[in-house]
């Protein structure tokens, strides 16, 4: 067959193949703007869906023929039933105390130890990384009940009795009737969540040391050899020289931290009772309307729906704000901290 | 008081390991109390009958009962069981091509890049369990109401009309509709890897793409031989990542079941159940993980 290109011009199959090139660019854009904005959509819904529903009354929800614009507005009954039923303030005060100061433990005893690893060879690292990428894999599940068990009487097997016997024989020196009879339990206070962090084992603190361990490991060895021929000691180094210059690790760390903290409510629905944090206030929120004010929320019956998805908003707020403030930051810093390795 | 340590230690290497070990020290600690010593009573746990009395836990030796429980008498356990392991083999693929695409066009310069970015970290910051399912809990029926089309709300798409309409065989439409369905979940579960992948993107040098320009490669054949080839190892972080959030976050059916058990005061039963199911994930996650390193990280580190 005869090439049907072979008598134009060569100006003239240039620009043809400019014009291709700009077509497809075009529609290129257009396929990635359509792509974008639908997978968006499934990512905004859910938040317009609550905003929009926590600012309607229950009987505007449940009319049939409403879109997305309410008929009619019960913002304030919505909201405060819905503090009301979390606790509010109480919870977010609690959520400060519990979740919030085991987030900061755990991004600065991560630091520490990430930092060991990335810039000390000791005996056995090899068997510890792999013991690290372990308790990644480890579900929170498994050790939940034993750590139940050995916080409400703080016998870590042979650890925790060990002490026991101390405070009981320091106790008996004295003749102290009531320090023998001392039986630590932490159940129910912060110390259920704040120990681990504060050793590096806390909630996700293997994903928070490799982190760790990356950025350390890519940072400039040179400045911090120069401490040590100064004679600075290891700690001195890592506090004046290492932390310094790495704030976008620790911005990272920080926000999966409390991230994850914030939204847990395994940990805490487990080892507390009372004081609960937001997230497990989020849990008992359906219960307790039920019996205040016998308003359902199941998918049959679904007018406390107003109510929840008040209660919902309430509970992301604090999260967005955060985010907001970081969040150019943050998404920054991901690029910097150089997780890929 | 360094500099008389210096002298004292045979090197500074050796001095450094001895700080290094001082570093991690915290850790090693923490790992026994809170790791390793509950590990070891939950396995203990899974092997006896246990009873909850005042002073602490009253433990009885049943040998393999528990496990017999659950995997012969229990039906539901095994329901379980399947229910999750279905539930990954859908999201595991869909997840990682979805953030990976998502990624991609993410990475590249257009107008509201900065825009997109954020709104697709969002996930990060508010995917909780409790919200999304009371998100679910009543727009499966107002989907359509609230304006969705029909196809998308989740419920809407069965597998018969797959079958009957498309002439499909019944896996791969319950694969379709599972995936269908679940639609909201799976976006939401894509924030970090985007931002993972995103991070492993900028790290390709820019020099491969002008070369690949220079010697008239298409985009397909850049994706294919500089950019896939650039990030298996990320993948494979990003899988592993993915694959130990499906089995261990808190909406995984095993999980909800098991943490309601262990909330009600059974310690038993629960033990032998996850940690059947952690072996069970165990496997599942080296034998894919062996599978990617044989045949795509090998293939291009050589």
């Known amino acids: 067959m005869k090439n049907p290109l072979k008598n134009i011009s060569e100006a003239d199959r240039l620009r043809a193949l400019r014009y291709a090139k700009v077509g497809t660019g075009v529609a290129y854009s257009l396929i990635r703007y359509a792509l974008l904005i639908s997978i968006g959509f499934l990512i905004i819904y859910p938040l317009l869906y609550m905003i929009v529903t926590s600012i309607m009354s229950t009987t505007a929800f449940n009319n049939s023929t409403r879109v997305w614009i309410p008929t009619e507005i019960g913002m304030k009954d919505n909201f405060s039933k819905a503090i009301e039923a979390l606790g509010f303030v109480k919870s977010f005060l609690n959520t400060i105390k519990l979740e919030v100061v085991s987030a900061l433990l755990e991004v600065v005893t991560c630091a520490v130890i990430g930092y060991g690893f990335a810039r000390f060879d000791f005996k056995g690292k090899k068997i510890f990384t792999g013991i690290l990428f372990l308790t990644i894999l480890v579900p929170d599940m498994m050790v939940l009940i034993p750590r139940m068990v050995n916080y409400s009487n703080l016998d870590f097997m042979f650890i925790g009795k060990g002490i026991e016997s101390l405070v009981a024989w320091i106790g008996g020196l004295f003749g102290a009737e009531w320090i023998i009879n001392i039986t630590p339990n932490i159940v129910n206070t912060g110390w259920t969540l704040w120990l681990p962090s504060l050793f590096g084992v806390g909630l996700r603190s293997g994903v928070l040391i490799y982190i760790y361990i990356q950025f350390f490991s890519g940072l400039p060895r040179e400045l911090e050899e120069a401490a040590w021929v100064d004679g600075a000691g290891p700690f001195k180094t890592f506090l004046k020289i290492a932390v310094p210059s790495s704030s976008v690790v620790f911005i990272t760390v920080l926000v999966f931290s409390l991230i994850w903290h914030w939204n847990d409510s395994l940990l805490s629905g487990m080892y507390l009772t009372s004081d609960l944090p937001l997230a497990s206030g989020l849990n008992t929120v359906v219960p307790y309307m039920v019996q205040k004010w016998g308003i359902y929320f199941t998918a049959n019956t679904p007018q406390g729906a107003s109510i929840v998805m008040a209660a919902c908003l309430l509970f992301i707020t604090p999260m967005l704000i955060f985010y907001m403030f970081i969040q150019r930051g943050f998404i920054e810093s991901i690029d910097r901290v150089g997780i890929t390795g | ?302």
């Open chain 2, 1 to 302: 008081m360094s500099k008389s340590k210096l002298k004292k230690a045979r090197g500074i290497e050796e001095l450094k390991s001895r700080y290094g070990f001082f570093f991690v020290l915290p850790w090693i600690i923490g790992l026994i109390m809170f790791f390793f010593i509950p590990i070891i009573q939950s396995i203990i746990y899974s092997f006896c009958s246990v009873v909850v009395t005042s002073d602490g836990v009253k433990t009885t030796w049943v040998g393999l009962e528990n496990y017999k429980e659950i995997l012969k008498v229990d039906p539901k356990y095994t329901t379980w069981l399947t229910e999750s392991i279905t539930s990954f083999a859908y999201s595991l693929p869909i997840i990682l091509v979805l953030s990976l695409i998502l990624a991609i066009m993410l990475n590249q310069n257009f107008r509201g890049r900065v825009f997109f970015r954020a709104l697709y970290f969002l996930p990060v910051i508010i995917a909780t369990g409790k919200v999304m399912s009371y998100v679910f809990t009543t727009t499966d029926e107002n989907l359509v109401e609230m304006g969705v089309s029909a196809g998308m709300a989740s419920g809407m798409i069965k597998v018969e009309d797959l079958t009957s309409a498309l002439n499909m065989g019944t896996e791969v439409a319950t694969f379709i509709s599972n995936a269908i369905n679940n639609i909201f979940n799976l976006v939401w579960s894509c924030g970090i890897q985007i931002v993972l992948f995103l991070a492993g993107l900028q790290s390709i040098p820019s020099t491969l793409y002008e070369a690949s320009k220079v010697e008239g490669a298409t985009k397909w054949e850049e994706f294919w031989f500089i950019t896939f080839p650039m990030l298996s190892r990320i993948t494979l972080l990003v899988g592993i990542f993915t694959m130990v959030e499906l089995f261990i976050n808190e909406r995984a059916p095993m999980i909800e079941q098991v943490y309601g058990k262990m909330r009600g005061g059974q310690y038993d039963i629960p033990s032998a159940m996850i940690w059947f199911y952690f072996i069970a994930a165990c496997a599942i996650m080296g034998i894919l993980i062996l599978l990617f390193y044989k045949f795509i990280l090998k293939r291009y580190e050589a």
